[in-house]
């Protein structure tokens, strides 16, 4: 019923830019929160960023000063622009979504994306 698509990946030298985007699409009444999560190989997944319906953000310490989550909320998108990439930045990034759909209303649940490579070379 409701999809997250991310775009925006690759590969970088470090102290480049990437901007990540994510579309929900699908039978989608309201979305609450949105944000970015990363893992790295033989990591735990990890919260990068996340904002508000409001616009109300958050930041993992590690990314605070480089990287910026805003949204769109008349596209359904949230987007993340990375600066200043490190070696440590690279990971598979997901999109998270709270999302309440035409059938359950302001009943929110969790969309996650497929993910997207973020590569960064030293």
């Known amino acids: 019923q409701v999809q997250l698509v991310e775009s925006g990946g690759g590969s970088v030298q470090a102290g480049g830019s990437l901007r990540l985007s994510c579309v929900a699409s699908?039978?989608?009444?309201?979305?609450?929160?949105m944000g970015w999560y990363r893992q790295a190989p033989g990591k735990q997944r990890e919260l990068v960023a996340t904002?508000?319906?409001?616009?109300?953000?958050e930041y993992a310490d590690s990314v605070k000063g480089r990287f910026t989550i805003s949204r769109d909320n008349a596209k359904n998108t949230v987007y993340l622009q990375m600066n200043s990439l490190k070696p440590e930045d690279t990971a598979v990034y997901y999109c998270n979504a709270r999302i309440g759909t035409i059938t359950t209303g302001l009943n929110y649940r969790d969309y996650w994306g497929q993910g997207t490579q973020v590569t960064v070379s030293s």
């Open positions: 699908g039978r989608i009444f309201s979305i609450n929160g």
């Open positions: 904002i508000t319906s409001a616009g109300y953000t």
